[in-house]
Nanobody, 119 residues
């Protein structure tokens, strides 16, 4: 059974940093046929995938993984109030055409961890 458990969310001030973790069980990160991704959802907005090349987070967010720990990480620096959201890690088995980016194509989700950035 696949499980994803996020942790590390917190309330920080503008300019602060956080590292979110996603502990994975049920498959081996980087080896088994799953794609993984980070998403975030702000109040009243759609859930969006976090692409580190996107202008909104470029140069501030880094995605990494520790294969030995079977854990995903999202390192966030220079946080802004607009980064306030619930952050989720997700896994997808719908990888026939490469790793998806749409939330609807991810079939395993963590419970989310809240990040609040105050000005």
């Amino acid at each position: 059974q696949v499980q994803l458990v996020e942790s590390g969310g917190d309330s920080v001030q503008t300019g602060g940093s956080l590292r979110l973790s996603c502990a994975v069980s049920g498959f081996t990160v980087g080896r088994d046929s799953y794609c993984t991704a980070w998403f975030r959802q702000a109040p009243g907005k759609e859930r969006e995938s976090i692409a580190t090349y996107a202008d909104s987070v470029k140069g501030r967010f880094t995605i990494s993984r520790d294969n030995a720990e079977n854990t995903l990480y999202l390192e966030m620096n220079s946080l802004r109030p607009e980064d306030t959201a619930t952050y989720y890690c997700a896994a997808s088995t719908y990888i026939q055409f490469g790793c998806p980016t749409e939330a609807a194509r991810f079939n395993h989700w963590g419970q989310g961890t809240q990040v609040t950035v105050s000005s």
